[in-house]
């Protein structure tokens, strides 16, 4: 996705995982903290190197990839 500029995945870091702009920080991390009730401004405040914007396109990311269906490939 285009707007998601900056969720990256890089095999050399956090094993491929999404991450957000190429740090080991997972989208997982991020949505965990949200799930859990951490706002915006707490998880800035426990991780000064991120932005707000990266909190934001971390859930895009996994709304995203919540919706998407994978199905298996049938022999045929």
Same mark, same amino acid.
């Given at each position: 996705? !285009?707007?998601?500029?900056? #969720?990256? %995945?890089?095999?050399?870091?956090?094993?491929?995982?999404?991450?957000?702009?190429?740090? /080991?920080?997972?989208?997982?991390?991020?949505?965990?903290?949200?799930?859990?009730? !951490?706002?915006?401004?707490? #998880?800035? %405040?426990?991780?000064?190197?991120?932005?707000?914007?990266?909190?934001?396109?971390?859930? /895009?990311?996994?709304?995203?990839?919540?919706?998407?269906?994978?199905?298996?490939?049938?022999?045929?």
């Amino acid at each position: 996705m !285009k707007q998601l500029n900056r #969720i990256t %995945a890089d095999p050399a870091v956090m094993g491929g995982k999404p991450c957000v702009r190429g740090q /080991r920080v997972t989208v997982g991390m991020i949505t965990g903290l949200v799930a859990s009730g !951490k706002s915006t401004p707490q #998880i800035l %405040a426990l991780y000064p190197y991120l932005e707000a914007e990266d909190i934001t396109q971390a859930l /895009r990311y996994a709304a995203w990839r919540a919706e998407e269906i994978e199905l298996p490939i049938t022999a045929a």
